[in-house]
């Protein structure tokens, strides 16, 4: 910042007065240097932030392989309800910007993911601790989701409106990356003791495990509390990188205040979303931790209008008028139109990134074995199984990877056109899905369907990251600038139930033995949004043609 430069007094450290990036000169001169800083801090923060929200789907499987007094339905519990927290904290993450600034906002959030890493950490050495200890900690690691809508909106700030797109496009494209990389480091840095005496003792696995590169054995020392440590690294640079190099601008957060005040008003918020989730989680999970009277196509509305009712109570001075501006989008019916195919594109990428880890591992992991005098099934290790920790990977870094792609093509194409032709792939996809996953469960060699499975499941992570992209170029086309932003917010948040609804219908629809009928209904929800968006963007009198 320089203080001849008359756009960028500084009002403190790290505070902007004045930011002016669509004036050419300034940009150049000024402009570039602070908003790329900003970008390069924000996005391994993020990335940090997706991986801890996700990070159950992979310590699930290595519970079950250490032999953790948990049943499988109830591991499944443990990404449903980070999954469930991660999306409901984006609702009060996407005021954080205004009301508390962008470096204070991405500072203390990024800070606040050290608790729920630590604290995994220790947990996970305790596998006689409780049930709901694990559980309130993957609610706790949703703070990592919710860090996502703030992060989108402090860097469409910095950057004019020629660029926001490639901004936007690096700061959610590289952040999803965090999904891979936790899927890749977390088995790797649990084969070592990286934290020497500081780390705890290792345990031994009872079950075959994995990481990138084959099987590990069962009876391997195996440190599974590296899963949470390993963050801290991360998270510390990142913490303090963003404390000194990123900026809070005066012309987005006018009423900031003072730093201890920004950081009371994000842990308000956040602390008023948990409220929402620990009740609906305690009336969705049976006992004994919960009362088990509702299913999980109940509890996400619920939830998703309990947490906007309590924003809308506790909505104070500046807030009132960023909640009206947000309700206001909700008489508007492309809001709910773009919801669900937002829901098809991104919440498919996100759900299946928690719930196919241990998908492989239940179904792929025992022989099942039918009974013929008794016509039941009966289900023991299989020798022959793939890890889930060598392969859970592949699916995400495709999604994430061709993001950018889906945004390119739909810039020439249309959005609604690519969202139309991803949703049919999708519908074909996971009926196809559903159908290997049948015959692996009802296999004494279900290893046999596994690339099969492996491969349809690419196609889908493949389909649901373009049409991420094609969606993304949807809202901006669809809604006008007063609506595309809380759009944006309102339209991420719901998708990111996805990261609950898979895991939860995926682990229900094991425990019943019929895996193939979560994937078939999935298949029913794509078909409807197909007809959704043709009906809306595509037909002759489409209400907006896109294109």
């Not at 032999?67 to 904290?89: Q, R, V, Y």
């Not at 991405?106 to 709901?132: D, V």
């Not at 792609?405 to 519908?427: A, E, N």
């Amino acid at each position: 910042m320089s203080a001849n430069n008359p756009a960028v007094r500084p009002a403190g450290p790290a505070e902007i007065v004045e930011w002016q990036p669509e004036d050419e000169r300034f940009w150049n001169a000024t402009g570039r240097r602070i908003a790329y800083r900003n970008l390069w801090i924000s996005i391994p923060a993020l990335l940090c932030g997706f991986a801890i929200w996700l990070m159950w789907g992979i310590i699930s499987v290595q519970m079950l392989n250490l032999g953790f007094p948990f049943t499988k339905d109830e591991l499944f519990t443990l990404t449903a309800i980070s999954g469930l927290s991660g999306a409901t904290m984006r609702i009060p993450s996407s005021f954080f910007i205004r009301l508390a600034g962008g470096r204070n906002t991405i500072f203390l959030t990024t800070a606040m993911l050290l608790s729920p890493a630590i604290g995994t950490g220790i947990a996970l050495q305790h596998p006689e601790w409780p049930l709901w200890v694990f559980q309130m900690l993957a609610l706790w690691s949703g703070v990592g989701g919710g860090n996502f809508a703030s992060s989108m909106s402090n860097i469409s700030t910095f950057f004019p409106k020629r660029l926001q797109g490639t901004a936007l496009g690096l700061n959610a494209g590289l952040g999803n990356f965090g999904v891979t990389t936790m899927q890749i480091l977390i088995p790797l840095l649990m084969t070592m003791g990286v934290f020497g005496a500081f780390g705890g003792e290792p345990m031994t696995l009872v079950k075959d495990s994995g990481w990138l590169f084959g099987k590990i054995p069962a009876g391997t020392p195996t440190f599974v509390q590296n899963a949470g440590f390993a963050w801290v690294l991360g998270l510390v640079p990142i913490s303090i990188a963003a404390w000194f190099g990123m900026n809070n601008l005066r012309t987005v957060s006018p009423e900031t205040g003072s730093t201890l005040g920004a950081f009371g008003k994000i842990t308000w918020l956040y602390t008023l979303a948990f409220i929402p989730s620990i009740v609906g989680i305690y009336l969705y999970l049976p006992a004994p931790t919960g009362l088990g009277v509702i299913n999980a196509w109940v509890l996400m509305p619920l939830d998703i209008a309990a947490a906007l009712l309590v924003m809308k109570l506790a909505a104070f001075g500046s807030m009132k008028a960023n909640v009206a501006k947000q309700f206001a989008i909700f008489s508007n019916k492309h809001t709910w139109s773009m919801t669900a195919l937002y829901v098809v594109t991104f919440g498919s990428f996100i759900g299946f990134s928690m719930a196919l880890p241990l998908s492989i591992t239940v179904i792929f992991g025992e022989k099942h074995l039918l009974d013929a005098a008794t016509g039941a099934w009966t289900h023991v290790k299989n020798p022959n199984a793939p890890s889930a920790l060598t392969y859970a990977w592949i699916g995400p870094f495709v999604g994430a990877a061709v993001r950018p792609l889906g945004g390119w093509i739909s810039d020439k194409l249309g959005g609604s056109i690519v969202t139309q032709f991803i949703s049919l792939v999708l519908v074909v996809a996971s009926a196809a899905a559903g159908y290997v996953m049948f015959l692996a469960y009802h296999s004494a060699t279900p290893e046999q369907y596994f690339f099969v499975f492996m491969a349809i499941f690419v196609v889908l992570f493949l389909a649901s990251g373009i049409g991420n992209g094609s969606t993304f170029r949807s809202v901006g086309f669809i809604f006008d600038r007063e609506q595309a932003g809380p759009a944006l917010g309102w339209t991420s948040a719901v998708a990111g139930y996805g990261s609950f609804i898979a895991p939860a219908v995926i682990g229900q629809q094991i425990k019943a033995g019929t895996p193939e009928y979560a994937m078939y209904g999935f298949a029913a929800f794509y078909a409807v949004c197909l007809v959704v968006n043709w009906w809306f963007y595509l037909r002759k009198n489409a209400y907006i043609k896109n294109p």
